[in-house]
């Protein structure tokens, strides 16, 4: 089965905190971050996180964050909190303004390398086209790894991620 998206809609969200571990592609291998996550769920890295306030936007999930900079694409881990959280230490955060997002729920197998990459964004970038939603460019977008959609395979062993792009009001 090829990747789909099952649904779209957008989301809004406050002035917040992104607080995690910022990634540059010096980090990633072969262009994945895989492999920080599985460090994150070793080290325990999100245990200090979860006590902090959470945005809604977080929900039951954790998160990644990605936006360009100067060329070069940041890859954040970790959670949107409120405006005025402060970061635990060891931590990094960036502020981000209000925004509205594009949420696309994309189903496939999290195996094969379908739900993420350039093919999977530009078939996230066809359907916010056909709903007439515009993107911001080299603003961010997120990936929200929701409990139970992501965390809970369907018959077939295909998963849901919710996948955010930041759009113009």
């Known amino acids: 089965m090829a990747l789909e998206i099952i ?8 002035a917040c905190r992104f ?7 010096a980090d990633s291998a072969n262009g994945s971050y895989g492999h920080k996550w ?12 979860d006590k902090l306030p959470h945005m809604p936007i977080v929900g039951d999930s954790t998160m990644a964050a990605m936006r360009v900079v100067k060329g070069e694409l940041e890859y954040w881990i970790g959670f949107f909190c409120p405006a005025d959280t402060e970061e635990p230490g060891g931590y990094e955060a960036v502020d981000i ?11 496939g197998d999290e195996h ?5 990459g350039l093919e ?5 970038l066809d359907v916010l086209k056909e709903n007439g939603w515009v993107r911001r460019e080299d603003d961010w977008c997120f990936e929200r790894y929701n409990c139970p959609r992501f965390t809970s395979p369907d018959e077939n062993g295909r998963v849901i991620l919710d996948y955010g792009i930041s759009v113009e009001a």
Do not use: D, M
């Open 7 to 14: 649904n779209a809609y957008v989301e809004t969200c406050p």
């Open 19 to 25: 607080i995690g571990k910022r990634y540059t592609p």
């Open 112 to 116: 094969n390398g379908e739900l993420y």
């Open 97 to 107: 303004g209000p925004r509205r997002y594009a949420v696309l729920w994309k189903k």
């Open 38 to 49: 599985g460090e994150w769920w070793s080290k325990g890295w999100f245990e200090p996180l």
């Open 120 to 124: 999977s964004h530009q078939l996230a």
